[in-house]
């Protein structure tokens, strides 16, 4: 059988919870959410709070059921369970038992998993390495003694016991601390060499800059935009020009927050830079520097809320 070509894939997948005493109130988590993730690919699926991301995941899963729409995982149907096997989930609050230690804890899920102990034996020490926990103290530790950043770290490698093709993860960096976050950044960037898909959930948006080839923007169960960044933030692109000479007449109309002073110039371009450069050489003016300013993902993802009348997470 031919690899799927696609990780995952989803056609207006919809969910909707009934909640209530007599289950009469809905919620419609997911709106027909459509969205394409390949294989190799490292996607981050961003949103405020209540945005729906844990419910995408847990679709994807098959922990849930849609209520319309559907889709595929590594090429089979949403809730295939022989395709689990192939799936590694770090969830938004992982349930680890506290009295085991980091070694145990692994052994256990790998168990679970029916990972032949042949294989555990190689593996587990392995994983133990990419999360930075193979110290003797730090593998002899129980859960309960282990800080948030290690607990979240035992976390990443208990989902990597089953040697998975696709990696979910719900808010992975979620608090934890600077160094904590960059440690959970670099394993994501091992995970991401060694050729496995990684999609992950997360409103830290600066770790999701550094991470992803591909992001979408949830909001309220509805997706907003989906793209790589040149596609999403390249549009936002402007260009700030310095220069001298000109009059500040000729000058103001084709640059945002003009400033002119003492035959000095600045400002952001409101035209196509050769037409501008045309009209600079034109009026007797000199181009100092010129500097192109991109749109932050922070500043995209504020204004795609703004756009829709979004003015606080739920
Ligand atoms: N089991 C449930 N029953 C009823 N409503 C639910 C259930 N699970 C989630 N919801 C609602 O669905 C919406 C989306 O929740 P979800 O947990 O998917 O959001 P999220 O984007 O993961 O948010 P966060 O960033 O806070 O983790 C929220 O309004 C939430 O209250
Ligand atoms: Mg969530």
């Excluded at 909707?16 to 993730?37: A, C, D, E, H, P």
Aim: glycine residues 10%; proline residues 4%.
């Amino acid at each position: 059988m031919a690899p799927p070509a696609l990780a995952l894939q989803t056609q207006e997948l919809t969910k909707t919870y009934r909640t209530g005493f007599w289950l009469r109130q809905k919620i419609t988590s997911l709106k027909q959410v459509s969205l394409t993730v390949h294989i190799g690919e490292t996607f981050g699926l961003l949103g405020p709070n209540g945005a729906g991301k844990t419910t995408f995941m847990k679709l994807i899963l098959g922990i849930i059921r849609p209520t319309a729409g559907g889709g595929t995982v590594l090429g089979r149907p949403l809730g295939d369970r022989f395709i689990k096997a192939r799936i590694g989930y770090l969830p938004e609050n992982p349930y680890l038992y506290e009295s085991l230690t980091g070694w145990e804890c692994l052994e256990l899920m790998a168990t679970l998993h029916q990972v032949p102990r042949s294989v555990q034996k190689q593996r587990l020490p392995a994983l133990l390495e990419l999360v930075g926990l193979a110290q003797s103290a730090a593998r002899k530790k129980t859960l309960r003694r282990y800080s948030k950043g290690m607990l979240q770290r035992i976390g990443l490698a208990q989902s990597l016991v089953n040697d998975p093709d696709l990696v979910l993860l719900d808010e992975p960096m979620s608090g934890l601390d600077p160094l904590g976050r960059y440690q959970v950044r670099e394993i994501i960037l091992q995970l991401k060499s060694q050729g496995k898909t990684i999609f992950f959930n997360s409103h830290i948006l600066s770790d999701v800059e550094h991470l992803c080839d591909r992001v979408a923007v949830l909001a309220r169960g509805e997706l907003l935009a989906v793209g790589t960044f040149a596609e999403l933030l390249g549009t936002g692109q402007t260009y700030h020009v310095r220069g001298r000479g000109g009059s500040a007449a000729d000058l103001a109309p084709w640059l945002e927050h003009f400033e002119f002073q003492g035959g000095l110039w600045q400002g952001q371009l409101r035209l196509s830079l050769p037409e501008f450069v045309q009209k600079v050489q034109e009026s007797g003016a000199e181009i100092l520097s010129l500097n192109l300013e991109r749109q932050s993902l922070e500043e995209f993802f504020v204004q795609q809320l703004r756009q829709r009348g979004y003015t606080q997470s739920v």
